[in-house]
């Protein structure tokens, strides 16, 4: 598989994550001035929560990511006299900031508000306790500035391992996708695929907006999968742990016959295992991705067959060489079925 360029936005706006912060992480954000936050952008993950610079040290203000005021920053606002928290305030309000959040359900003082409203700061205001907060807000940044990349193919959770099905146009991946799901498997994304590196290592899998969970299967149309197999048929997204390459039957070409994986595909400096999988009339391609499945379970737990039998092989080997009698099948004298 090639994939194509990789991509990363370069910013979002205010506006944006306070809405997607609600409705996808369930936060709320509740707006506290009357600023267009469709003017403010946001260009990095990180946050910061800019105790120094309200004490007077500004010389490393990271004043171009989200900046939360805490419990600790608001007590020690009200700590101050009225002439020394308006200083304290305005001094943050000199930078370029993209917003400011008030966690904890604090306020700040009318006149620090208007301040930040003559400033063109949004101000926003939750009950949730900074640390958790944080968390949350930290984790959909990192998701939105994440490097991506859009791959063609199915993507399924089956028994629980996220399988990406890849192969040349109409070879019959959202056919084998269809099956899966009509056996009980999770459908996350057909056709488009949008692969997310998260971490070192991890490379989670997801579809489109305008795709969500539909499918176009040749010679029968659009199917709704939710709307057909219900919510337990769906992912919003699934780590993608195996690549499956499903090709016509080739010849010439030398196919696995004792380790199931043998090779390995890199997706944004991830390595995955992919498994080649010619097909041929007859051939029951729902079943083995199971087994494939299942066989990567195996193997992450300690167990690897092809290895079993390597080693009962050598064994076998060793001992004709040793001279030892030869071990039948083991069986019952008075079995008679």
């Known amino acids: 598989m090639r994939p194509q360029q990789s991509f990363r936005k370069e910013s979002i706006t205010v506006e944006y994550l306070a809405e997607r912060m609600r409705e996808r992480v369930g936060a709320e954000m509740e ?48 700590w101050l006299d009225d002439d020394a928290r308006m200083e304290a305030f305005s001094r943050l309000l000199g930078f370029d900031l993209p917003c400011i959040v008030l966690t904890d359900g604090n306020t700040i003082p009318d006149s620090l ?22 968390g949350r807000l930290r984790d959909f940044l990192e998701d939105q500035f994440s490097e991506q990349l859009t791959l063609h193919g199915s993507l399924l959770d089956v028994y629980g391992i996220g399988l990406l099905l890849t192969g040349p146009a109409g070879i019959g991946k959202s056919e084998v996708a269809l099956d899966l799901v009509e056996r009980g498997h999770r459908l996350v994304a057909d056709d488009v695929v949008i692969a997310t590196k998260k971490t070192e290592g991890v490379l989670m899998g997801a579809g489109t907006d305008l795709a969500q969970h539909f499918m176009e299967i040749r010679g029968l149309g659009i199917v709704d999968v939710r709307a057909m197999f219900g919510v337990r048929a769906i992912r919003h997204q699934k780590r993608i742990e195996v690549i499956v390459r499903i090709h016509p039957w080739d010849e010439s070409e030398e196919y696995t016959r004792i380790d199931m994986v043998d090779e390995t595909d890199r997706i944004l400096s991830v390595e995955l295992p992919v498994v080649k999988l010619p097909i041929v009339p007859g051939k029951n391609v729902t079943v083995i991705c199971e087994v494939i499945a299942m066989n990567y379970l195996l193997r992450h737990y300690g167990y690897d067959p092809a290895e079993v039998f390597k080693k009962r092989l050598h064994d076998q080997i060793q001992r004709k060489r040793d001279g030892a009698p030869r071990r039948g099948i083991e069986w019952f004298e008075h079995d008679t079925e």
């Open 113 to 134: 508000r208007d301040a930040a409203t003559r400033a063109g700061v949004p101000l926003f205001r939750t009950q949730e306790a900074t640390v958790p907060f944080m």
């Open 31 to 78: 707006p506290v001035n009357g600023v267009d936050v469709s003017a403010r952008t946001v260009t990095e993950p990180s946050i910061h929560r800019p105790g120094l610079a309200l004490a007077g040290y500004t010389e490393l203000f990271t004043h171009h990511r989200v900046q939360v005021l805490g419990n600790t920053e608001c007590r020690y606002l009200a």
